[in-house]
């Protein structure tokens, strides 16, 4: 049709022209011929026709500018997406069809409305941000946000902004997301639940893919390997454990990549921290339905249950080595009470036998005497080493002379070394002054006894030396024998409890094994160390050390009383007995017999008190603690309210350590336990006697 227009107005202009081309000029002595008339006036039709023709152009483009802009709105209307354009204040100031849906209302009602009112209070910051930026940045910006909820309209929305050249308006897209929103809902709802799950499950879980890196881990694994999860997913976690370990999980993960069969496999697994940890783990294959391979894997810590398994192993090896020690020790025990039980009922028994002459009477008496010794030993030892056991053992520390200790020592043991023919020597290091040190006095007692009783039991010839020296903050206390030695192997062994018991030749040396054990309690509760060095064949050396404590000397009871009591001569004393055994009381009367110028006797408490009050003249009490009326202590106590010089020495049953701390806080100056020795009551009245 437009064809046809132009087809006749082109014939129009032709017919035109033609009229023009007749025209003659109206002066022949015109300047312009006639060819030159006809050229301009051809060059005028032509402009026109071209004139023309723009005119007709410009109306066609119209026409089609018209229908574009028809279809446009068309098209903006039907668009399923939202078209607004909205001012610099979020003012609605156009928008399509679809928008005015998505927002539940009539065009014509939107139109000046503020945009935001229509966005959820919860996203609506986001929106006011979006706007912020479209407008400064004139790039294109994105934002998601909830609609107010309405009916049918969309719940989630993204919108898409620009500005406009001017800056003053933009125009914003809207799309309805609510249904991806729903699945995306969905999925990460069910990825909650799975991950709750997988949480809740005690074990730790883990899923790798085919280059071994973590999909999935749950908490139990990230505390496992005490890593945050953020730094397991997307690795392989290889970097926190050792290679040994790394190339081990590698193999195993590979096996069952490849053969497709589970493998179950107990490993070491060395967490963030370093911590090595024993577990089982379980991994099989999953194939998803892309064909993708996964492994997948449940661990079972089981670090506890083997360190439990290793304890309980310990636990019954220890329990069975001391059940064997302890039947070995109560054989030895039996043994070791047996023997010299025989010897003491056996020669006894010789003893009544008539005509007996008065050596062998001796003898007897003799093997008598040592049994006994054998056998109280053997109950000290075991009433230490129970109260040690126990934790009953306490300390006592105070000040103690330890040259009068050693000095004590070598007064006691040298007649038993002398009469072995060896030789017993001392050495102190330090002058008198220096030597008192703070420490457990009948402890140290104990440890120097005990060692010096085995160099003179370990030893059948040559010399047996004692003393200390001074090692920096310690004493070091020594007791050197030549005497069987100790093999190399066994040097750790001999501290240990009921040891004795063990070795094979228990036949040949008496003793319960129980002296070094105590030796070494004694020694570690007092703050030193015992040790040995020993060459079998050659001898031994056992050391231990002390702190060496010292404080300023104060001048104690005993001391004030051993230089208050000076007597010529030990056979002038005038001694109390106060002990209600008649056989124990004719055993003390006759050791003191020698030195004691005047013996008077005590039956309780009472009179034992009664007969130092009477007789202020008395130099020594020997006072037993269990007595009728009145025990030792509490006489003792008595006694020292009116006599503060008079030696007073506790004898006790029992032996226990303990006993010389209540004597003295009683107010005896010593005690001395049960079976009273010769040597020792004489080495006790020389120590408080001398001149
Ligand atoms: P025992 O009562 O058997 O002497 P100990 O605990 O005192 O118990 O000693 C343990 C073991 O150490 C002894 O049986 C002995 O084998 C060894 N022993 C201790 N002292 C010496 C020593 N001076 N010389 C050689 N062996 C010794």
């Not at 890593?227 to 195993?252: D, H, R």
């Not at 309690?521 to 056992?542: A, R, Y």
């Amino acid at each position: 049709m437009k064809s046809a227009t132009m087809d006749s107005e082109s014939q129009n202009l032709r017919q035109k022209a033609e009229a023009l081309q007749k025209m003659k000029p109206s002066h022949a002595d015109s300047s312009l011929s006639a060819i030159e008339t006809a050229k301009l006036i051809h060059e005028l039709e032509v402009h026109q026709i071209e004139l023309e023709l723009q005119n007709k152009e410009l109306i066609l483009a119209r026409s089609s500018v018209q229908e574009l802009a028809e279809r446009y709105t068309e098209l903006y209307d039907l668009a399923p997406s939202g078209y607004f354009t909205l001012s610099m204040e979020g003012e609605i100031l156009n928008l399509n069809l679809c928008g005015a849906q998505f927002l539940g209302k009539e065009r014509s009602q939107l139109t000046g409305s503020r945009f935001d009112l229509f966005i959820s209070v919860d996203t609506r910051p986001i929106f006011n941000l979006f706007l912020d930026k479209v407008f400064q940045t004139k790039s294109k910006e994105t934002c998601e946000v909830k609609l107010i909820s309405n009916g049918d309209c969309p719940t989630h929305v993204l919108l898409t902004g620009i500005s406009t050249e001017n800056l003053e308006q933009c125009n914003v897209t809207m799309v309805d997301i609510s249904e991806r929103k729903r699945a995306e809902e969905a999925e990460q709802e069910s990825k909650d639940f799975l991950d709750k799950i997988i949480n809740s499950v005690a074990s730790p879980i883990f899923v790798k893919d085919v280059q071994h890196r973590f999909c999935l881990v749950n908490d139990p694994l990230c505390s496992l390997l005490n890593l945050p999860v953020e730094k397991l997913i997307g690795t392989t976690g290889y970097e926190y454990i050792p290679e040994e370990q790394m190339k081990v999980f590698i193999a195993k993960d590979q096996e069952v990549f490849i053969t497709g069969k589970e493998n179950i496999n107990e490993e070491k697994l060395t967490d963030g921290t370093g911590k090595i940890q024993n577990i089982v783990t379980q991994k099989a294959l999953y194939t998803d339905p892309k064909g993708n391979k996964f492994l997948v894997g449940v661990i079972n810590d089981i670090t506890e249950i083997r360190k439990k398994e290793i304890e309980l192993i310990t636990a019954k090896e220890h329990a069975e080595e001391c059940d064997r020690l302890k039947s070995a020790f109560l054989c030895n025990m039996s043994h070791e009470i047996r023997t010299p039980m025989n010897g003491i009922l056996g020669f006894a028994e010789l003893l009544k036998e008539p005509g007996l002459n008065g050596e062998d009477q001796q003898e007897y008496i003799r093997i008598i005497e040592k049994s006994g010794n054998r056998m109280l030993n053997i109950i000290n030892d075991i009433v230490d080493i129970s109260k040690i056991e126990a934790g009953l053992m306490n300390l006592n520390v105070t000040e103690s002379n330890i040259n009068e200790q050693i000095e004590y020592i070598y007064t006691f043991f040298k007649p038993e070394v002398e009469t072995k023919g060896m030789k017993l020597s001392f050495r102190n290091a330090l002058p008198a002054k220096e030597a008192i040190i703070k420490t457990d006095r009948e402890k140290l007692y104990a440890i120097l006894t005990n060692l010096v009783k085995n160099a003179i039991k370990y030893c059948k010839e040559g010399a047996i030396e004692l003393g200390y020296e001074r090692k920096g903050k310690d004493i070091e206390f020594f007791v050197k024998d030549t005497g069987i030695g100790i093999p190399k192997e066994r040097q750790g062994a001999i501290f240990e409890r009921f040891i004795q018991a063990d070795i094979v030749d228990v036949q040949a040396r008496q003793g319960a094994g129980l002296g070094l054990a105590i030796s070494q309690s004694f020694v570690e509760m007092l703050g030193g160390e015992i040790w040995v060095e020993s060459e079998e064949g050659i001898g031994s050396t056992f050391y231990f050390t002390l702190p060496y404590n010292t404080e300023p000397v104060k001048e104690t009871l005993d001391q004030q009383l051993a230089t208050s009591v000076k007597i010529d001569n030990v056979s002038k004393l005038k001694i109390l007995i106060a002990e209600d055994d008649d056989v124990s009381e004719m055993l003390i009367a006759i050791n003191i017999k020698e030195f004691g110028k005047e013996i008077l006797k005590a039956r309780t408490g009472v009179e034992a008190v009664e007969a130092c009050r009477n007789n202020p003249d008395i130099n020594l009490v020997l006072m037993d603690i269990r007595m009728p009326e009145m025990g030792g202590y509490e006489a003792t106590r008595q006694i020292r309210e009116f006599d503060k010089n008079v030696v007073i020495i506790a004898q006790t049953a029992y032996g226990l350590i303990g006993d010389r701390e209540k004597a003295i806080e009683a107010g005896c100056n010593d005690y001395i336990a049960k079976p009273i020795g010769k040597a020792e009551l004489l080495a006790l009245i020389q120590k408080y006697f001398k001149k």
